[in-house]
């Protein structure tokens, strides 16, 4: 069986999930839906797929089996929801939510339709998440109580070079000064 699949949302984090999806061999990706039209029918060119600018036009065209949302995250809820009644599964990248409230709400709409959804967690997977989880499970650091985080991203989210799908290696973040080495005291 194969999935049919659309990514919503044509930003910089898209590329990853749209050359990701086309490598899965149980998936065929159809479909990029953008509010910015040049840039949904500029991604649907390069992955040969149909696009949209339209989230509920392409959800009344498609026949989608999941969706990837790759939109900035005060459109998640809505949007998941929209795909939920449907009855489309959704993955949601993360944060899910801007409030706790929202993601109760959204937790709400996943039992009232029985709908299967996920949240992205790849950085948990980073070499710098995997020694901060060593260090809590052997009591290195003591007892947990908060912790903050600056993950910085490759574009300002109105950069133009935005979606061109650059390079995560540690050898182009120090090109582009952000720190490649994590320390734990």
């Not at 990248?93 to 929202?102: L, S």
Request: net charge negative; charged share 30%.
């Amino acid at each position: 069986m194969t999935l049919e699949t659309a990514v919503v949302g044509g930003g910089v984090v898209s590329d990853y999930h749209l050359s990701g999806l086309t490598q899965c061999p149980d998936t065929e990706l159809v479909a990029i839906c953008d509010l910015d039209e040049s840039r949904a029918r500029e991604k649907a060119t390069e992955y040969d797929i149909n696009a949209y600018a339209d989230f509920e036009g392409m959800l009344a065209r498609e026949s989608l089996d999941w969706i990837h949302l790759c939109t900035p995250v005060g459109t998640h809820l809505e949007l998941a929801r929209m795909a939920m009644e449907d009855g489309i599964p959704v993955l949601i990248e993360k944060p899910v939510t801007e409030t706790v409230a929202e993601a109760e709400e959204l937790e709400r709409l996943v039992e009232e339709h029985d709908a299967t959804v996920s949240v992205v967690h790849n950085h948990n997977f980073s070499p710098a998440m995997r020694k901060a989880r060593g260090l809590i499970e052997d009591g290195t650091i003591g007892r947990l109580r908060s912790v903050d985080l600056l993950y910085a991203g490759e574009t300002f989210p109105d950069d133009v070079r935005r979606g061109r799908g650059r390079s995560n290696s540690p050898a182009a973040s120090s090109r582009r000064g952000y720190p490649t080495r994590y320390t734990w005291s």
